[in-house]
């Protein structure tokens, strides 16, 4: 059985890394898929071809196989159908009534023996993008509309979205020999850095200034929440650094959108770089009074 060299299907040095091998693959996807070549027989061949090295490349633990055995490959995997199906031979001649009966009768007698066959089935590739949102709009859920070719996809996003998440749109990525062997779509959310608060899982954390007098004396404060403004109490002498937990005003968590995590907000007391002599005065009294 002739030898075929996986990485020179797809253009990839034998080092390449994995996000290598899944770009060169989606490149040679497009450039041979039949959709696009729909006259050229050879451009089927080769999409089938690329499918095959992709399989193969982007499972590590088939890679390390295929690059161990290297020209004895192709005779290991015909060893491994083999043996295969001479179970599968033994397991349906005591029930020939299973539900793969007809995949293995086709596979000893081909697809014209009244069974619908799977020949010339392909599985088209699977897409990536990114879809780039707002800390406020992670916080209520959001969409976005995505161009596909000549189709349009609105991609929403629940409350409560995460940094780094990964939606999959079933069946809208590279088209195969038909709707059910399309790939999917693989919607990775990023969330723009904010100005305001860092989030942590499903808290959030905010730094707030009070004035020297409300820090001394004690008071209220009012802090911006994602949800609106809340008050908050200041305690006479309240330090700087301290940080006031507001339970149930982080992020909604994401498979619990009515449970929410909780904001810190940590108290920075804002300190007059420029006094009055009036104000000076009085300091320098407290001063002595200490």
């Known amino acids: 059985m002739e030898y075929k060299d996986y990485y020179k299907v797809l253009g990839v040095d034998k080092k390449a890394t994995q996000g290598e091998?899944?770009?060169?693959?989606?490149?040679?996807?497009?450039?041979?898929?039949?959709?696009?070549?729909?006259?050229?027989?050879?451009?089927k061949e080769q999409f089938i071809l690329v499918n095959e090295a992709n399989e193969v490349l982007s499972d590590p633990k088939k890679r390390k196989?295929?690059?161990?055995?290297?020209?004895?490959?192709?005779?290991?995997?015909?060893?491994?159908?083999?043996?295969?199906?001479?179970?599968?031979?033994r397991q349906y001649a005591g029930n020939p009534n299973a539900s793969n009966f007809s995949s293995f009768f086709e596979q000893f007698f081909g697809g014209d023996a009244g069974f619908s066959g799977t020949q010339g089935n392909y599985k088209g590739g699977d897409l990536e993008t990114e879809m780039e949102i707002s800390l406020e709009e992670a916080f209520v859920g959001t969409n976005r509309v995505i161009q596909l070719e000549n189709e349009k996809i609105r991609i929403t996003t629940k409350p409560g979205v995460y940094q780094g998440q990964v939606l999959k749109i079933k069946n809208k990525g590279i088209k195969g020999s038909s709707e059910n062997y399309n790939g999917d779509l693989f919607v990775k959310i990023k969330i723009h850095p904010h100005p305001k608060y860092v989030r942590k899982e499903n808290d959030l954390y905010y730094e707030h200034v009070v004035d020297l007098y409300t820090a001394v004396l004690g008071g209220e404060s009012v802090v911006d929440t994602l949800s609106g403004q809340v008050k908050i109490k200041i305690e006479a002498g309240t330090q700087n650094g301290k940080t006031i937990r507001l339970k149930g005003k982080g992020m909604p968590m994401h498979d619990k959108p009515l449970l929410f995590g909780d904001m810190y907000v940590q108290l920075h007391v804002l300190i007059p770089t420029k006094l009055k002599q009036e104000q000076r005065e009085m300091f320098e009294k407290l001063q002595q009074l200490g």
């Open 21 to 43: 091998i899944k770009k060169a693959f989606r490149a040679m996807a497009v450039k041979y898929h039949p959709d696009k070549n729909p006259d050229d027989k050879t451009a």
């Open 65 to 89: 196989e295929y690059d161990e055995l290297g020209n004895n490959w192709q005779q290991n995997q015909q060893y491994r159908r083999q043996q295969s199906a001479a179970n599968d031979r």
